[in-house]
């Protein structure tokens, strides 16, 4: 993580464990974790393969 990452999330207050269980929670729709859907809340896929599911947007379980 860069030093201006880091930064980024001290001065929000998030802890590191609520960022990871962020990221864990898992799309309804394509089942892929939070992580691979990139900003506009399009699934990227996981592992280099692309997500064949027609996801795109982010449902938390």
Do not use: W, Y
Not at 12 to 29: D, P, Q
Not at 48 to 60: I, Q, R, V, W
Request: glycine share 10%; proline share 2%.
């Amino acid at each position: 993580m860069t030093e201006q990452i880091g930064s980024k999330i001290k001065e929000s207050g998030i802890s590191t464990a609520e960022l990871i269980s962020h990221f864990r929670e898992k799309c309804k729709i394509c089942g892929h974790h939070r992580i691979m859907h990139n900003e506009l809340g399009a699934c990227e896929g996981v592992m280099n393969k692309p997500c064949t599911s027609g996801c795109d947007s982010f449902d938390a379980e």
